[in-house]
C-alpha cells in the first residue's frame, strides 16, 4: 500500500498550480484585447452567440473526458465569457473618447470606503485598469455636485435593486441635473451582519444599517424582534460606527468585502430577502460620451407627455414603431406641478442609430418635455447557454430517440415533445384543454352595453361552453366599467373570462378583468409582448397570424415558454391563401403538424375562415384531427344571440357524443 503524500506538500502543488492557472487567464484576457482590436478595424458585433455556443458545447465534452462535471465547465467559462466581453466593451469604449483617457479619475459616491458605492465605483475602474482616487460623499445631492463643479471626474449613483427595487431620490435627482449618464455596473450585494472580531449573533442588541439594506433584509430582521434598528447614511458610516463602538454588542449591515476595512467579521450571511440581490449603478459624468456600434448600448431620456388620454401610450407606440426595445419605465412626480409625472425611459438602443434618432424626433413633436439623458453600454452579459443534450446529462438513447423522431425541431425548442413528453393540460375554472380534455369557447365582441350578454350567460353555459372570449375592448368608451360588469355575469354562471387583446397597451387592463389572456395574430410577431406575457403567471391563448408559417407559429410560443410561463394555448384561426382575398383558411394540415411535433394544446377558431353553416363540419374534423378545443362565435351578424347559440348548442352537442 503506497503512502500517502503530506497535506503540505498536497497544498504546495494547489498553490503552483493556482498560480499558473492565474497567469493563463492572465494571458487569456490580453488575447481578448486582441481580438477587440481586430474588432475594432473590421467594425464587428463585440459578440459572437453561435461561435459562443460551439466554443462552450467543445469545452463542456473536453471537460467531460477529464472527469469535470458539465455545469462546472459551462459556469466557469460563462464567468470568462463575460469578462471578456467587458473588457472588449472597455477597451473599445476607450478608444472612441479620447479625451476620457486620463491615469487618474475622483470619483464621486455615497459614504465612505466599504459602502457598496464605493466597491462599485472600484470595480468600474479595475476594469479600466484606471488609478481610482475616491470622494466620499453624505448624499446623492453632494455626488452630483462634487461632478458639476469638477471637484469630481465621475459620480457614481445606485438606481435600482433586484429586492427594494428602484430608488426614487436618485430619480428625482437626475431631474435636474445637466449631468450625462456615461455608464453603469452592476454588483451583487451580499448582506452580512458585521461585527467585531468574537461577537456571537446572540449578544448583538443594536444594528447600525443604511435604510436600503434594512429593508432588503426585513425577513431576517423579523426573526430578531429585540434588536434596535439605527438608520445610517450609507453601509460605510454603519461599519465605522460598529468598529468606534466600546461595546461588542452592536453589529452593522453590510458586505464582508467592505467590513474587512474596518476591521470586523461576519456573525451572519446571506441576509437578503432575495437569493439573487444585485444593485445597479450609473456613472454620471460632465459631458457625454461617443458609443461605438459594435457595442450594445444603452439610451436613457426622460420626457413629460403632458395631461390628456392615451398621452404615454401614444408616446410608446412610436418605440414600437421604430422596433426599440424599452427594458425599464419609471414615473416619479414633478415638483410643482400636482398630478403630472415625469417618465425615465431605458431603451436598448444606440443614440447615434437611425431608429433613435428617428424616434425622438416624433417624441419630440408630442410629448411636453424630452430629454436624453445618457447613451452608454451596456454592462449586462447575457451568458450563453447550452442545451441538455450538448451538456451530455441525457442518457444516450433518449438523444439518439430525440434525433429520430423530431430531427427538424431545434434541441432548445421548449414547445417540443422532445422537450416535454407528455401533454401539456391548461385548466382555469371549469375549463379544461388539453390531453384529451376538450374545450369550449364562446367568441364575442364586447358591447357597449355589456349586460346585454351577461343576462344570457346562462344560456351560453347551457349551451356547453365553459369560457367567453371577448375582443374589441379598445373601442369602448368606458371599458373599465363594461368589462367589470360583464366579468360579474359570466362569474356568477361559472364561466372563466378571456379577454383578446389587439393592442400591446391593453395587456394591463387584460390581466386585471381576464381569468386567460388571448393575443391576437397581429401581435404574434411583438417580441416584446411575448416576453411580457411569458412572465405572467395566468394561461395564454396565442393566436397565429394569418401570414406566418407554422415555424414562426411555434418560434413566437418558444418564446413564451422562455420566459417561464407554460400555461400557453395554441390557436389556429386561418391563413391568406390565394383563392380568397378577404376570407384566411383554415390550415388544418398545419394543426396535425403542429400536434405531431408540440406538447402544446392547440385550439380551433373557425370564426374567420369559414362560413357559417360550415362551422359544425370543420369543428368535428378539426377534432377527429386532435384539436383541444374549438372557439364558436355568438356574434350577432345575420341572427339574434337565440339563434347562435341554438346553433352552437347543437355543434357542441355532436363533437360531445360518443359516435
Not at 294 to 323: F, S
Not at 408 to 413: N, P, R
Not at 448 to 469: D, M, N, R, T
Request: aromatic content about 6%; charged content about 20%; hydrophobic content about 40%.
Amino acid at each position: 500500500m503506497s503512502k500517502a503524500q503530506p497535506l503540505s506538500h498536497t497544498r504546495d502543488q494547489i498553490t503552483a498550480l493556482d498560480n499558473e492557472l492565474l497567469a493563463l487567464l492572465a494571458k487569456r484576457r490580453d488575447l481578448s484585447i486582441h481580438v477587440a482590436k481586430s474588432k475594432e478595424v473590421d467594425v464587428r458585433p463585440i459578440r459572437d452567440t453561435q461561435r459562443e455556443k460551439e466554443l462552450l458545447a467543445r469545452l463542456v465534452k473536453q471537460g467531460r473526458e477529464q472527469g469535470l462535471d458539465a455545469h462546472y465547465v459551462l459556469s466557469l467559462y460563462q464567468s470568462i465569457i463575460e469578462d471578456s466581453v467587458l473588457n472588449q466593451q472597455a477597451y473599445l469604449q476607450s478608444r472612441a473618447n479620447p479625451d476620457h483617457k486620463k491615469q487618474q479619475y475622483c470619483i464621486a459616491y455615497l459614504g465612505a470606503r466599504g459602502s457598496y458605492s464605493y466597491l462599485a465605483a472600484n470595480r468600474y475602474c479595475d476594469r479600466r485598469q484606471i488609478n481610482m482616487q475616491d470622494l466620499g460623499c453624505s448624499s446623492f445631492d453632494e455626488i452630483v455636485h462634487a461632478v458639476e463643479s469638477g471637484h469630481a471626474d465621475y459620480g457614481f449613483l445606485p438606481i435600482e435593486n433586484t429586492s427594494s427595487g428602484s430608488i426614487n431620490e436618485v430619480y428625482d435627482v437626475l431631474q435636474h441635473t445637466s449631468l450625462a449618464i456615461i455608464g453603469e455596473t452592476t454588483i451583487e450585494v451580499g448582506h452580512c451582519l458585521l461585527a467585531k472580531p468574537g461577537a456571537r449573533l446572540a449578544d448583538i442588541t443594536t444594528v447600525y444599517a443604511h435604510p436600503q439594506p434594512i429593508s432588503q433584509c426585513s425577513r431576517f430582521l423579523t426573526q430578531y424582534p429585540n434588536l434596535k434598528l439605527e438608520y445610517c447614511s450609507s453601509s460605510a458610516e454603519a461599519m465605522d460606527k460598529v468598529m468606534q463602538a466600546d461595546s461588542g454588542n452592536v453589529a452593522a449591515i453590510g458586505s464582508a468585502e467592505g467590513g474587512a476595512l474596518y476591521q470586523l467579521e461576519a456573525v451572519a450571511k446571506e441576509l437578503a430577502n432575495q437569493k439573487i440581490n444585485q444593485s445597479r449603478f450609473i456613472v454620471v459624468a460632465r459631458k457625454s460620451i461617443a458609443v461605438p456600434e459594435q457595442l450594445l448600448a444603452k439610451t436613457t431620456l426622460i420626457m413629460a407627455t403632458g395631461q390628456k388620454p392615451g398621452a404615454l401610450v401614444e408616446a410608446l407606440l412610436v418605440l414600437k414603431a421604430h422596433d426599440l426595445n424599452m427594458s425599464k419605465l419609471e414615473s416619479r412626480p414633478i415638483p410643482g406641478t400636482p398630478w403630472e409625472e415625469m417618465f425615465y425611459l431605458d431603451l436598448e438602443a444606440n443614440l447615434a442609430s437611425e431608429a433613435m434618432q428617428s424616434a425622438l424626433k416624433e417624441l419630440e413633436r408630442i410629448t411636453r418635455f424630452i430629454k436624453v439623458l445618457g447613451c452608454y453600454p451596456c454592462e449586462t452579459v447575457d451568458p450563453t447557454q447550452l442545451s441538455n443534450s450538448q451538456l451530455m446529462i441525457e442518457p444516450n438513447t433518449s438523444r439518439e430517440q430525440q434525433v429520430k423522431t423530431v430531427s427538424k425541431v431545434s434541441e432548445q425548442a421548449r414547445y417540443s415533445k422532445a422537450y416535454k413528453q407528455t401533454a401539456t393540460q391548461i385548466v382555469s375554472g371549469q375549463l379544461q384543454i388539453g390531453e384529451q380534455q376538450f374545450g369550449a369557447i364562446a367568441h364575442l365582441t364586447l358591447p357597449q352595453s355589456p349586460e346585454l350578454y351577461s343576462q344570457q350567460a346562462k344560456q351560453i353555459k347551457e349551451a356547453g361552453f365553459q369560457a367567453v372570449v371577448v375582443e374589441g375592448i379598445s373601442r369602448q368608451s368606458d371599458v373599465t366599467r363594461n368589462l367589470a360588469s360583464l366579468k360579474r355575469g359570466l362569474d356568477q354562471f361559472g364561466l372563466e373570462t378571456i379577454i383578446a387583446i389587439e393592442h400591446e397597451s391593453e395587456l394591463k387592463l387584460a390581466t386585471e378583468f381576464a381569468a386567460i389572456v388571448m393575443l391576437t395574430g397581429k401581435l404574434m410577431g411583438n417580441k416584446s409582448l411575448l416576453k411580457q406575457v411569458g412572465s405572467l403567471h395566468m394561461p395564454i391563448i396565442l393566436e397565429r397570424n394569418t401570414m406566418a408559417s407554422s415555424d414562426a407559429f411555434l418560434n413566437a410560443a418558444d418564446l413564451i415558454l422562455s420566459q417561464g410561463n407554460q400555461q400557453l394555448i395554441l390557436c389556429e384561426s386561418g391563413v391568406r391563401t390565394f383563392n380568397d382575398d378577404a376570407m384566411p383558411a383554415l390550415d388544418l394540415s398545419a394543426l396535425v403538424s403542429i400536434k405531431a411535433l408540440s406538447h402544446l394544446p392547440v385550439i380551433v377558431n373557425p370564426c374567420y375562415a369559414t362560413n357559417q353553416e360550415q362551422v359544425p363540419a370543420v369543428a368535428k374534423a378539426a377534432k377527429q384531427l386532435q384539436a383541444d378545443g374549438i372557439m364558436l362565435n355568438l356574434t350577432e351578424t345575420d341572427g339574434t344571440l337565440e339563434q347562435c347559440l341554438h346553433q352552437s348548442a347543437q355543434t357542441l352537442t355532436s363533437l360531445y357524443s360518443k359516435d
